[in-house]
Structures are given as structure tokens and as C-alpha cells.
């Protein structure tokens, strides 16, 4: 990754590091955490609709470095993200991740428009 900006090496079971774009934001993923439950733990708002469930896909991401470093997608993820992809064909699908499914294993960068901190959110709804 180019300059990731993270202060610890990552890697094996030692959960890891996502930058996330284009908000640059940085969540450290502990292990056996989800990338959705990371970055609630952390204060950030990540778009969803079923809250976790694997239902929705609103938590789909790309990831655009640190593919080695996700879990391999369950059947249901692969269920839910089936259509889409096809749909995306620009996209590789193998880069298409349900934040509330994958686990990381290492340093990674996703795209995912629409997170921000939870601060933010909160002055933008009273107008700030």
C-alpha cells in the first residue's frame, strides 16, 4: 500500500488495518472482527440497511489494495453480491466485499463512499 499510514506491521491473526476512501479514513480491524464492526467500535458511520445482518449489500466496498489480505467470501456473501456484480462488470468481483462479512488479515484499501465519523454526521443533521 502507498503509505498507509498505519504505525504497527499487520498481518496473520492480527486482524489489520483498512484505509478507507475517498475519506482516508484508518480503522484498525482486531481479529475475528468485521470491517462494519470495526468501524462502529471506532465511531464511524458505515452505510447499511440491515445493520450487519448480510441482507442488504448497502455495506458493499471495493477493495482496491490488500486483496490477499481478506477472508475468502461465504456462500451467502457470494449469494448476496451475485447479482451486483454481474451488473458492475467494470468491476472484478472478486474486489466486491460485504463490509459486515469480511475479515482482515492485514493491511487493506477499500472504496467505499458514504462513511464518515460519527461526529460529522451528527453536526450535519443539526446544520453545522
Known sequence: MRGNGFRRPVGGDQGGGVR????????????????????????????TLCYGMGTCTACQCE???GLDNVSDKTEAENAMLGDLTRRRRRIDPRRVRLACQV????????????????????AERSGQ
Open 20 to 47: 478507507v476512501e475517498p475519506g482516508g479514513y484508518l480503522i484498525e480491524v482486531r481479529p475475528g472482527e468485521s470491517l462494519i464492526q470495526a468501524a462502529w467500535r471506532e465511531g464511524y458511520e458505515w452505510p
Open 63 to 65: 477493495v482496491l489494495e
Open 103 to 122: 475479515r482482515i488479515s492485514g493491511d487493506v484499501e477499500v472504496r467505499k463512499p458514504g462513511v464518515r465519523t460519527a461526529e460529522n454526521q451528527t
